[in-house]
Each structure stands twice: as structure tokens, then as C-alpha cells.
């Protein structure tokens, strides 16, 4: 063998002659360097953003063997078990094992609950219809996506986009419809990213100045025995009404559980920083590795984009509605702006909420009182993803 025919059997393995021979990995390629700069330099959720990038850039080079999809649609299939992952997969097939299995989102949550302050929500309790109406964009996106011809768990899977929450959107998807994970996901975090944007002209257009300019009243103290008992009730009541939504619900009082009892400090330091960390990682680059480009470019991902969007919107136009409902009932003792936190993007929408609010009256300070929906939506977006894997897984 000359030294030609030994460097053309290196160029004829190589990754290289791959992209020659598949445009669409050099397209997700670039694709996966726009999401890099999104999440360095725009810092779009750039703590999994950065992962995700990475994933899909690693998942598109040709000959990496990172990961199979066509392995996971046998196991799906039940035409393989899932021990093929090991004897077949690659690397990122191994790390999917995570995300298929509800593993990575649910101690996500675990993470979440402990830095979360259910405070706000117990001591003004009807925060919790607000962030039962900014589930609003779910169902809306869920029938919108119908429409344009997706199937049920496809739709289901779409539409918790609307919830502002990417673990529960990750969760959902994987059980329901895997081979929309990538745009899914990237979907719903550039949004939850982009809320400060996508929010303050909907907040102006839907209420007038005199509305925005309320101040509330100061929130009650709420005593370290409601703090306690909260996720403990939370927890029996919601698993026992919604099943699937177990592990969500579960670990997300777990962490606050963690948080509030007092007992368990440094589980919920770990909670909070290196179990999160660790997690993050993991779930970034294994979401990352489903955006193959033969199953991510398509018309249904831009499909996609477009609906998670709206859900977005009407969203927060639930939120809006009924807030705005509440200040009549209430004859103005409640801003309508704090339903616009409704949506589950914690604590960013509630900063929204606090902004608008401050700019139709300087001396108005709506953050607490918004943490109340906001922390009420991510209970709702997980009962929401319970109710629709009921339905359809």
C-alpha cells in the first residue's frame, strides 16, 4: 500500500469525508455554535444552553459513534432491551439513559425546590390561581399543534412549552414524544431566556397605567410550621390526584423540604450547588445529543419554534386575565402585572413583574408578591405535565 492509498483510507475514514457526504451535520454543526454564542455571549439560559450546544455540535460529527438514535427507537419498540444501550451505545447514548428515564429533570427539581421560597404562595394563597391561569398557553399550544397535524403526545409535548419550565418540558417529551426532545428544549429555554422581552409589551397592552401603578398590601409572616407541613400535603395531595406526577412533585418538596425543616442543611446546600451542577451537565449535553440533523431539520421544528412562542404568550396573557379579574374583585387591592409571573421562569418573571411595575409607579414593590405566582407555576406546570402523560402515556 503506497502513501496514497494510506491517506485516502484516512480521508475515507475520517469525519470529514462525512460532512461531504451529509450536509445536514455541518448545517446542526453551525447550528450548535449560534447556540454557544447565545448562551456565552447573549447568556440565554446559558447554564444549559452551553451544554446543549456543545451536545448537539458532539452528536453531528460524522464517525463520532456518540449517539444512535435509531438504537433508541428499537428500544422503544421493544426490539431491543435496554442492556443494547451498553453493548451498542456510544457515550451520549449511556448519558441519555438520564433523560429517557425521567432521572436528570427530577433531581433538577430536587435542586429547585430547595432554593425555592414557597413563602409568598402560603401567605397569599390565591397566588395559586394565577399560576393555574398561566397555564393558559399549554392547552392553547397543545390544540394549535393539533391542528397543524401533530399527534396527541407530540401536541402534549409542545404545548408544556408554555409553562416556562425546561425540566418539565424534558421530562414530558422523553416519555412522550423523544424524537422532538432537541427542538423541544431549545425551544423552551430560549423563551424562558428571552421572557424580558417577550412579556413587558403584553403587560402594557393588557392592562392601563392605573392598574399597573397599584401597590399591594404587605405580606403576612408565614411561621416555620406551615413552611414544613407545605411540601409534606403538597406532596400526598397532588401524587394522589395526579400519579405521574411523582417524581416531579416529589423531588421538588423533597427540596424544599430540605430547605424548610431546619435538620438537613448541608442536603440542602447539596441540593442547591453541587448535585444541581453535576445534573445541569449532564442534562445539557444528553439534550444536545438528540438534535441529529436528519430528525432536528425539519418543518416540524420550525413548527415547533413558532408554537412554543405562542404558548408563551397566552401564557402569560392567562396570568394578565385573570389578574386583571382579581383587581376588579378585589376593587385594586391586587396588580394585575404579578399574573404575568405566573408562568414558571423563577425567579425571572417575577423580576419582570417587579420592573413594569416600578416604571407606572416608582414607589411600588411587587417582587415578593410576584414570587407567589411565580412559585405557583412550577407546581402547575408539573400538574399540567401529569395530566397530559394520563392522557397520553
Not at 446542526?28 to 444552553?49: A, S
Not at 418543518?299 to 383587581?327: Q, R
Not at 396588580?335 to 418573571?349: K, Q
Amino acid at each position: 500500500m503506497n502513501v496514497l492509498d494510506i491517506l485516502g483510507t484516512l480521508w475515507g475514514n475520517s469525519g470529514f469525508a462525512g460532512l461531504m457526504v451529509d450536509w445536514r451535520s455541518l448545517v446542526m454543526i453551525l447550528v450548535g455554535c449560534v447556540l454557544l454564542y447565545l448562551g456565552i455571549v447573549k447568556k440565554f439560559e446559558p447554564l444549559l444552553l452551553v451544554g446543549i450546544a456543545f451536545g448537539t455540535i458532539l452528536t453531528n460529527l460524522p464517525g463520532a459513534n456518540l449517539y444512535h438514535p435509531e438504537l433508541w427507537d428499537a428500544i422503544i419498540a421493544h426490539e431491543k432491551s435496554w442492556g443494547a444501550v451498553f453493548t451498542e451505545g456510544g457515550f451520549l447514548d449511556i448519558l441519555y439513559i438520564g433523560v429517557k428515564g425521567g432521572i436528570y429533570p427530577s433531581l433538577i427539581f430536587l435542586g429547585v425546590g430547595a432554593m425555592t421560597d414557597f413563602g409568598p404562595l402560603l401567605s397569599n394563597p390565591k397566588s395559586l390561581l394565577l399560576g393555574s391561569a398561566a397555564q393558559l398557553g399549554v392547552y392553547c399550544a397543545f390544540i394549535l399543534a393539533i391542528l397543524l397535524g401533530f399527534t396527541g403526545e407530540q401536541a402534549a409535548s409542545i404545548g408544556i412549552i408554555g409553562g416556562a419550565d425546561g425540566p418539565t418540558a424534558i421530562f414530558l417529551t422523553s416519555k412522550l414524544a423523544p424524537e422532538l426532545l432537541g427542538a423541544i428544549a431549545i425551544a423552551a429555554y430560549s423563551y424562558m431566556a428571552l421572557i424580558p422581552l417577550i412579556q413587558p409589551p403584553l403587560m402594557r397592552a393588557l392592562t392601563t397605567k392605573k392598574e399597573r401603578e397599584t401597590k399591594m398590601e404587605q405580606l403576612r409572616t408565614v411561621s416555620k410550621t406551615e413552611k414544613i407541613v407545605f411540601p409534606v400535603v403538597v406532596s400526598i395531595f397532588v401524587i394522589l390526584l395526579l400519579p405521574d406526577t411523582a417524581p416531579l412533585i416529589g423531588c421538588l418538596m423533597l427540596g424544599n423540604l430540605f430547605r424548610e425543616c431546619g435538620v438537613t442543611d448541608r442536603l440542602s446546600d447539596t441540593a442547591q450547588n453541587a448535585l444541581m451542577n453535576i445534573v445541569t451537565i449532564f442534562l445539557g449535553i444528553s439534550v444536545g445529543a438528540t438534535t441529529v440533523g436528519s430528525r432536528f431539520l425539519t418543518l416540524d421544528t420550525i413548527k415547533i419554534v413558532l408554537l412554543g412562542l405562542l404558548a408563551f404568550c397566552f401564557s402569560t396573557v392567562g396570568g394578565l386575565l385573570l389578574g386583571k379579574l382579581m383587581y376588579k374583585i378585589t376593587k385594586g387591592k391586587i396588580n394585575p402585572l404579578i399574573g404575568s409571573a405566573g408562568v414558571s421562569a423563577v425567579p425571572m418573571a417575577a423580576r419582570v413583574a417587579q420592573v413594569e411595575g416600578q416604571k407606572a409607579n416608582p414607589s411600588n414593590f411587587l417582587l415578593m408578591h410576584a414570587m407567589g405566582p411565580n412559585v405557583a407555576g412550577v407546581i402547575g406546570s408539573a400538574v399540567a405535565a401529569g395530566f397530559l402523560l394520563a392522557l397520553f402515556g
